[in-house]
């Protein structure tokens, strides 16, 4: 039984670029949640996606957008990146309305 | 302010030390609550969930107080295993289960 997998693992992109992040979530489970880490602080929610809609949004800016597919896989797409948007991104899946939410190692972004 | 707050360490203890970590959460409409472990460049990953009654796992034994908007992870007979961040984690009813993430505690046990 696969567990959540991300892709890729390791990204390096300069500012105004754009980025699309990519992860499925663990089978049977059709909710995907991501988070931003920032270094030295804990995840920070950025949207949740079910039924290939974005069902809520943390406080991120428009430039993060996403997407949920009919096999519950899920992208994170960034614009014009800064500096700041340097993060492990992470990824969790869970079924709908679970308590319990797993999560997937994570991309790790560095923009230059 | 921020939803969680903990204390962010470093604690570093002896094998065998008993350490205990605290968090507090701003919110009284929280409904869930949990402790996540986190090792270096690596995911979270569900260490316990929280319950008012308390509940104990092995070495581990969390407790939730509702009233004081408090939850705390008690870790006994500490091993060099342990050695990581512990994230106290809870879950605000807003329409999805999004979870609110403290800092983390770094624990390095020495042997």
């Known amino acids: 039984d696969a567990g959540v997998t991300q892709s890729p693992t390791h990204l390096i992109k300069t500012r105004g670029q754009q980025v699309t992040l990519r992860c499925s979530p663990k089978s049977g489970h059709d909710t995907v949640s991501w988070y931003q880490q920032a270094l030295g602080q804990g995840p920070q929610f950025i949207f949740q996606y079910y039924e290939e809609e974005e069902r809520q949004r943390g406080n991120f800016p428009d430039r993060f957008s996403g997407h949920q597919f009919p096999n519950y896989s899920s992208e994170l797409n960034v614009n014009a990146l800064l500096l700041g948007d340097s993060a492990l991104y992470l990824c969790?899946?869970?079924?709908?309305?679970?308590?319990?939410?797993?999560f997937g190692p994570g991309t790790r972004l560095l923009v230059l | 302010r921020k939803e969680v707050e903990q204390d962010p360490g470093p604690f570093n203890v002896p094998e065998g030390a008993t350490v205990a970590f605290n968090c507090t959460y701003s919110n009284s409409a929280s409904q869930s609550f949990f402790w996540y472990r986190q090792d270096c460049r690596k995911e979270p990953k569900l260490l316990m969930s929280v319950y008012s009654s308390g509940n104990e796992d092995g070495r581990f034994t969390a407790q939730l107080n509702r009233a004081s908007q408090y939850i705390s992870l008690l870790i006994r007979d500490s091993k060099l295993s342990d050695s990581a961040t512990y994230l106290c984690?809870?879950?605000?009813?807003?329409?999805?289960?999004?979870?609110?993430f403290g800092t983390g505690t770094r624990l390095t046990v020495i042997p």
């Open positions: 969790a899946s869970s079924l709908d309305h679970a308590e319990t939410q797993y």
């Open positions: 984690v809870v879950n605000i009813p807003t329409g999805a289960n999004n979870l609110f």
